[in-house]
Structures are given as C-alpha cells and as structure tokens.
C-alpha cells in the first residue's frame, strides 16, 4: 500500500511541475522585458540550441542501447537527456525573461511557424508523459515505461530536433 501511495505521490508532483512549467512560460511572455540585459544572455539561443541538440542525439544513442540489450547505457542516456532538458528549460526561461521574443523576419514564414508551433504544441504535450516515462523506466515498471515510451520518444525526439530549427530560423534575428 505504501508503494502505491510513493507512486501517486510522485504521478501528482509530475502533473503539478508540468503546471508550473506552463504557467511559468505564459508568464515570461507577459512580463515586461527586464531594463538591463546581462552580457551573457545573448549565447543563451545558441546554448538552447546546443542542449536541445544533444538531447536529440542522446535520445537516438538510448533508442539504440536498448535495441542492444544495453539496459545500463540506455539508463544512464536518458537521465543525462532529462538533466540536459532541465538546464535548457532553465537557459530558456533566463533567455526569454531578459530577451523576450525573437520575431521572423525571413521569406520562409509558413514552414517556421508550422515548425514553431508544432515544437510548441508538442513540447507543451509532451512534457508530462516525458516525465511519466522516465519515472516508470527509473523504478522498474517497464511495461508501463514501454507502453508510454511508444508515443512520447518521437515526440519528444521531434521537439528537440526542431528546437535546433527554431534557432537557426530565428538565428539571423537575434539581438536586432
């Protein structure tokens, strides 16, 4: 019973930090731009590109560990994928509470915005599941993990690959 209840423990932290996040990124677009600007902040795109990169390729090398039957590896691919995931939500907000927006100022408006919106979507989608997968993976249900792992690893394969999109559409705009 004791198990059961650890479990609906952290199934309610899940959902509660994912209503955090969401409320966190409306806020930051609502929020005032900050008066002065750290030098720093304007690697912070580039940085975010960087993890969502790594991220992407960490979750192609897991896929394959576990093909392999390398358990282990694949284990140790995801949690250095989730780390990275919490350092880029964390260079995301910094980047956006200092800079704000980036508009798109290029001749190829309508594939950005389907890219941009879709990775929106779908990272805002994606989170709680990703975060459901990874727990039932760390504690060993792997029927479970497996089961949501089924639609959460493209989409959050496709987040993270169109995160590096993003950045180099809007690459040429920012600071300007």
């Known amino acids: 019973m004791a198990k059961v209840q650890a479990d609906k423990r952290v199934i309610y932290c899940i959902w509660i930090f994912t ?26 795109p580039a940085l975010n590109a960087l993890f969502n990169g790594t ?16 358990v282990s ?16 939500l964390l260079s995301y907000v910094l980047n956006h509470y200092f800079s704000g927006d980036t508009s798109y100022g290029g001749d ?6 389907f890219i941009l919106i879709t990775h929106i979507l ?18 060993g249900d792997v029927a479970k993990h497996k089961k949501l ?3 959460t690893y493209p989409l959050w394969l496709y987040v993270t690959f169109t995160g590096v999109l993003v950045f180099i559409f809007l690459s040429p705009y920012y600071g300007s």
């Open 122 to 139: 779908l990272a805002g989608i994606s989170l709680p599941f990703i975060l459901l997968a990874y727990y039932r993976g760390y504690i």
């Open 19 to 44: 209503a955090v996040v969401y409320a966190l990124v409306i806020i930051l677009h609502e929020l005032p731009q900050a008066d002065s600007v750290p030098g720093f902040v304007k690697f912070l």
């Open 73 to 88: 590896t694949h284990q140790k691919l995801n949690t250095a994928a989730m780390v990275i995931s919490v350092l880029f």
């Open 108 to 113: 190829m408006k309508g594939l950005f915005y």
């Open 55 to 70: 991220c992407f390729f960490l979750l192609i090398g897991s896929l394959m560990a576990i093909k392999n039957k390398m």
């Open 149 to 151: 792992v089924r639609f």
